[in-house]
């Protein structure tokens, strides 16, 4: 599997990875949920050269993660805002920080904490079954073969999973 080729791979985390896979990508849109918009507001805050923070936003912008939204006309200038798709990746930066704050914080902690708006609660992320609504571990799910599989492929149900 060549790192240009994911986007074309039958499975759906190398063709998500090809999107957002590289580190700057993740710490810009981590970024966007935190409200940051303007080319210059990434620049400054990330310390990422002109070259590859110009490269990652044309990526997220042609995958429809970003949208160019101008908000001045004279001289024309636009801002990143995330899209529906854009947006549907929260749970995945949510994953992530919430990873990071259980294995990877110091003693003083987690950075950031998160707040449920509506009750006021300090929250971390819990996967759920859409059906159930039971929660959900890596435990609780059989994996089985979906219309995008290659029948050329060995099915996943037919592979050992050294994970369980």
């Not at 949510?94 to 987690?110: F, I, K, S």
């Not at 819990?126 to 599989?149: K, L, M, N």
Request: include cysteine.
């Amino acid at each position: 599997m060549r790192w240009e080729e994911l986007d074309q791979e039958p499975c759906s985390v190398a063709r998500a990875l090809a999107v957002v896979g590289d580190r700057w990508t993740l710490i810009i849109l981590r970024d966007c949920f935190l409200g940051v918009r303007r080319f210059d507001q990434f620049e400054s805050r990330l310390g990422i050269t002109r070259h590859v923070l110009t490269d990652r936003l044309k990526k997220l912008v042609e995958n429809g993660v970003l949208a160019k939204v101008p908000y001045q006309e004279k001289p024309l200038r636009e801002e990143y805002r995330l899209t529906d798709k854009g947006r549907a990746l929260h749970p995945v930066i949510m994953a992530l920080v919430h990873w990071g704050n259980t294995y990877m914080a110091d003693e003083r902690g987690a950075p950031l904490v998160h707040i449920h708006k509506p009750c006021g609660h300090q929250m971390h992320p819990v996967t759920v079954c859409s059906h159930c609504r039971e929660e959900v571990t890596a435990r609780d799910v059989r994996i089985e073969a979906g219309p995008g599989w290659k029948t050329t492929q060995t099915s996943p149900s037919d592979r050992q999973s050294t994970n369980r």
